[in-house]
Nanobody, 124 residues
Framework: QVQLVESGGGLVQAGGSLRLSCVTS????????MGWFRQAPGKERELVGF??????SYADSVKGRFTISRDNAKNTVYLQMNSLKPEDTAVYYC???????????????????WGQGTQVTVSS
């Protein structure tokens, strides 16, 4: 059974940092694109960024503040979030595509597996 499990969320003051982790199990995603998304109350799920075999891509709203990395030996993808703002408050999800060497996508519909999400709350 494939599972994606996020952790590392919590409450942080504006300007602070958090690192989210997404541990995968049940199959290997080392050659697959992995994405981070977020969803705030009353809003649609939106892309934070993704990592593929060639590199990373980020939403403009987080560019320069957030960094995605992966440790294939640990089956883990990370989202390092710095200079957090209240508008970053949301449930954060990791997602995986099943296409090997896929490019990733800003569209949630193009991801095949999802984690349960972890809450990030940034206070002003």
């Amino acid at each position: 059974q494939v599972q994606l499990v996020e952790s590392g969320g919590g409450l942080v003051q504006a300007g602070g940092s958090l690192r989210l982790s997404c541990v995968t199990s049940g199959r290997t995603f080392s050659s697959n694109a992995m994405g981070w998304f977020r969803q705030a109350p009353g809003k649609e799920r939106e892309l934070v960024g993704f990592i593929n075999w060639g590199g990373t891509s980020y939403a403009d709203s987080v560019k320069g503040r957030f960094t995605i990395s992966r440790d294939n030996a640990k089956n883990t993808v990370y989202l390092q979030m710095n200079s957090l703002k209240p508008e970053d408050t949301a449930v954060y999800y990791c997602a995986a595509q099943t296409t090997h060497y896929g490019l990733g996508s800003p569209r949630p519909q193009l991801y095949d597996y999802w984690g349960q999400g972890t809450q990030v709350t940034v206070s002003s």
